[in-house]
């Protein structure tokens, strides 16, 4: 299974809603990651998580909440959006190798989250 | 923040052409690596050049890396209409951080 699954594919949100997006995979990835895009914008990294620990946060919004339940899963609870984060949300899943460093060899990627802020 | 800087951004040609796609960095790297993105969906790894490597090949792409130049290259050959997506070559600067480029559209019309 060289997959990475995210759901739900498309998401519609006022300002006032909790949702949460959620991404698996199992190719035994021990690193994931969430990254934002907006239309015409290259994919601009928002956390990165290493054997299930936070490992980055790119002085993300406290609105954006990861969590990494277990080393298949990871989810992002989104909570008193702007519509200026209406964007495709993407998760991706790498091997680490050596020292706990990501192998950056290959990232995988799902499919993306499309998500509009009302 | 971007790591590399990508040009043409837009690029339209013809079936059975060779399109090329350039990628300047900012940063010391220990690979490069090119994505393919179809609209609105996940990017797909396409291959990955080692600092100390010059030029790679896989199928129709060649890739080329001038470390000196801090810059990269992607050559589709005999392009096809499915070769429509956008491209973009990414970077590791450290830990854990794979930072994309701005991107290139590219358009193959049949």
């Known amino acids: 299974d060289t997959e990475v699954t995210q759901t739900p594919k498309h998401l519609v949100m006022g300002m006032t809603n909790k949702k949460s997006l959620k991404c698996e995979q199992h190719?035994?990835?021990?690193?994931m990651y969430w990254y934002k895009q907006k239309a015409k914008k290259p994919p601009e990294l928002m956390f990165v998580y290493s054997y299930e620990k936070l490992s980055i946060n790119e002085s993300v919004p406290s609105r954006f909440s990861p969590e990494c339940p277990n080393s298949s899963l990871l989810n992002l609870h989104l909570h008193a959006l702007q519509p200026e984060d209406s964007a495709l949300y993407l998760c991706a899943s790498s091997h680490l190798v050596g020292t706990g460093g990501p192998s950056n060899e290959k990232l995988f990627f799902g499919s993306g989250t499309q998500l509009s802020v009302l | 923040s971007q790591q590399g800087e990508e040009d043409p951004q837009a690029l339209s040609i013809q079936e059975g052409e060779n399109a090329t796609m350039n990628c300047s960095y900012k940063?010391?790297?220990?690979?490069l690596q090119w994505y393919r993105q179809n609209s609105g969906r996940g990017l797909v790894h396409l291959i990955l050049?080692?600092?100390?490597?010059r030029e790679k090949h896989s199928g129709r792409l060649r890739v080329t890396l001038d470390t000196s130049k801090k810059s990269s290259s992607l050559l589709i050959t005999a392009s096809r209409a499915a070769d429509t997506a956008s491209y973009f070559c990414?970077?590791?600067?450290?830990?854990?951080?794979?930072?994309f480029g701005a991107g290139t559209r590219l358009f193959v019309k049949a």
């Open positions: 190719m035994g990835h021990r690193a």
């Open positions: 990414a970077t590791l600067t450290g830990g854990f951080k794979t930072i």
């Open positions: 940063t010391s790297i220990n690979n």
């Open positions: 050049i080692r600092s100390n490597e």
